[in-house]
């Protein structure tokens, strides 16, 4: 499963297994889930979201340390 | 599982202590209800007041802007902001332009007012000397000197910071692990001055955790700076915000219960307060000081004295 990853203003296309979660994702990238908002294709989504192919997934950091 | 107040599919939030899930129009309308709701609550705002917002273009003060901009669609408050430009390489010019154009945007009065303008010196350079304090201290007392001026030259009657839950939090726990009893007083949703020369200042964002800000400013996709300080790292407020933090993992309540016991103890803190001082004005920049010099003159001179060795 392909899906495209906006992460820090990069953009990439990532390979997958099947009925990868937002959170699986984030713990993969290492972003802790409450320091972020995930949009999938423009949407603010919930952590147990799957991603499906050919989504666009945005993360953005909302918090950051101090 | 939709939304639990008007049964929509697009889910955008979940309360995990309360079950709630919420849609973007309904976490929208919720957390603006609530913030007017505070802001009565505690009497923060009243009719007529012009309140100015200290804007730095973060997600807090623009969230902020935004809902106190809607007292001011309806003529209740008169709105205007300041920005304050510390001195910060790479960081602090996004900030201004986004608060630039929201004031833009809104039609409102706007100062942008620097450290080097006020002070003969930016943060930058301040942390360039040899052995410096750190940088949070200089920041907090020159930023809060500078506000306060401009909000009585700009003829405010409330300044309105963006502070939130997770600010508060760890005021309130900073402040008692250094046993600064004194500065614990002072924590609240209004500031009540010794001065009339202390504009009050208000915090109506005080009870919205930090994570909802953020979820705020994205949904109504508002321009915000999003962007660490890079001197937040070195405080001790970073260190009590990470503990806070990992505890509200598994004890998703813990930020609004420190808040609500503060409350509870802040009377009697109030009680105790058996000192008497009066304020004066500072002999050097006629700013209200309980000494004979203001904070902000003592580091002044501090630093022009770093500066000649």
Same mark, same amino acid.
């Given at each position: 499963?392909?899906?495209?990853?906006?992460?820090?203003?990069?953009?990439?296309?990532?390979?997958?297994?099947?009925?990868?979660?937002?959170?699986?994702?984030?713990?993969?990238?290492?972003?802790?889930?409450?320091? +972020? +908002?995930?949009?999938?294709?423009?949407?603010? +989504?919930?952590?147990?979201?799957?991603?499906?192919?050919?989504?666009?997934?945005? +993360?953005?950091?909302?918090?950051?340390?101090? | 599982?939709?939304? *639990?107040?008007?049964?929509?599919?697009?889910?955008?939030?979940? !309360?995990?202590?309360?079950?709630?899930?919420?849609?973007?129009?309904?976490?929208?309308?919720?957390?603006?209800?609530?913030?007017?709701?505070? =802001?009565?609550?505690?009497?923060?705002?009243?009719?007529?007041?012009?309140?100015?917002?200290?804007?730095?273009?973060?997600?807090?003060?623009?969230?902020?802007?935004?809902?106190?901009?809607?007292?001011?669609?309806?003529?209740? =408050?008169?709105?205007?902001?300041? *920005?304050?430009?510390?001195?910060?390489?790479?960081?602090?010019? $996004?900030?201004?332009?986004?608060?630039?154009?929201?004031?833009?945007?809104?039609? /409102?009065?706007?100062?942008?007012?620097?450290?080097?303008?006020?002070?003969?010196?930016?943060?930058?350079?301040?942390?360039?000397?040899?052995?410096?304090?750190?940088?949070? *201290?200089?920041?907090?007392?020159?930023?809060?000197?500078?506000?306060? !001026?401009?909000?009585?030259?700009?003829?405010?009657?409330?300044?309105?910071?963006?502070? #939130?839950?997770?600010?508060?939090?760890?005021?309130?726990?900073?402040?008692?692990?250094?046993?600064?009893?004194?500065?614990? !007083? !002072?924590?609240?949703?209004?500031?009540?001055?010794?001065?009339?020369?202390?504009?009050?200042?208000?915090?109506?964002?005080?009870?919205? @955790?930090?994570?909802?800000?953020?979820?705020?400013?994205?949904?109504?996709?508002?321009?915000?700076?999003?962007?660490?300080?890079?001197?937040?790292?070195?405080?001790?407020?970073?260190?009590?915000?990470?503990?806070?933090?990992?505890?509200?993992?598994?004890? @998703?309540?813990?930020?609004?219960?420190?808040?609500?016991?503060?409350?509870? =103890?802040?009377?009697?803190?109030?009680?105790? $307060?058996?000192?008497?001082?009066?304020?004066? #004005?500072? /002999?050097?920049?006629?700013?209200?000081?309980?000494?004979?010099?203001?904070?902000?003159?003592?580091?002044?001179?501090?630093?022009?004295?770093?500066?000649?060795?």
């Amino acid at each position: 499963m392909k899906f495209t990853l906006i992460n820090n203003k990069k953009t990439e296309q990532l390979s997958f297994k099947n009925n990868l979660t937002i959170k699986e994702l984030l713990d993969q990238i290492e972003k802790p889930l409450e320091t +972020v +908002v995930i949009k999938k294709n423009g949407q603010i +989504v919930l952590e147990d979201e799957i991603i499906q192919e050919g989504d666009t997934i945005e +993360v953005i950091q909302i918090i950051y340390g101090g | 599982m939709n939304c *639990t107040k008007c049964g929509k599919k697009e889910v955008m939030m979940e !309360r995990k202590h309360s079950g709630q899930r919420l849609c973007p129009e309904c976490f929208i309308s919720g957390i603006q209800k609530k913030v007017l709701k505070d =802001i009565r609550k505690y009497g923060l705002i009243e009719k007529g007041d012009n309140v100015m917002v200290a804007l730095s273009g973060g997600k807090d003060s623009v969230m902020l802007l935004d809902i106190l901009s809607s007292l001011q669609n309806r003529g209740i =408050i008169d709105l205007m902001a300041v *920005t304050i430009d510390e001195g910060i390489q790479g960081y602090r010019q $996004d900030g201004i332009k986004i608060a630039e154009n929201h004031a833009r945007r809104l039609g /409102i009065e706007h100062r942008v007012v620097s450290f080097k303008e006020y002070f003969n010196i930016s943060l930058d350079e301040i942390m360039a000397l040899p052995f410096p304090r750190g940088a949070c *201290t200089y920041c907090g007392v020159f930023r809060r000197w500078l506000i306060n !001026r401009t909000a009585r030259e700009m003829g405010a009657t409330k300044i309105a910071t963006g502070h #939130n839950l997770d600010d508060e939090t760890q005021s309130i726990m900073m402040n008692y692990l250094e046993g600064n009893i004194e500065n614990l !007083r !002072r924590i609240g949703p209004r500031s009540h001055p010794k001065s009339d020369k202390f504009i009050v200042k208000i915090k109506p964002l005080g009870e919205i @955790p930090e994570r909802e800000v953020g979820l705020y400013v994205v949904a109504k996709g508002l321009e915000v700076h999003f962007a660490g300080c890079p001197y937040s790292q070195e405080s001790f407020r970073a260190e009590i915000g990470e503990i806070i933090k990992n505890l509200s993992k598994n004890h @998703p309540t813990i930020m609004y219960s420190t808040l609500r016991g503060f409350h509870k =103890i802040k009377t009697a803190l109030k009680k105790e $307060d058996s000192r008497n001082f009066t304020m004066d #004005n500072c /002999i050097k920049c006629g700013e209200p000081s309980a000494q004979e010099l203001c904070r902000a003159c003592v580091f002044c001179e501090e630093l022009e004295k770093k500066k000649t060795h």
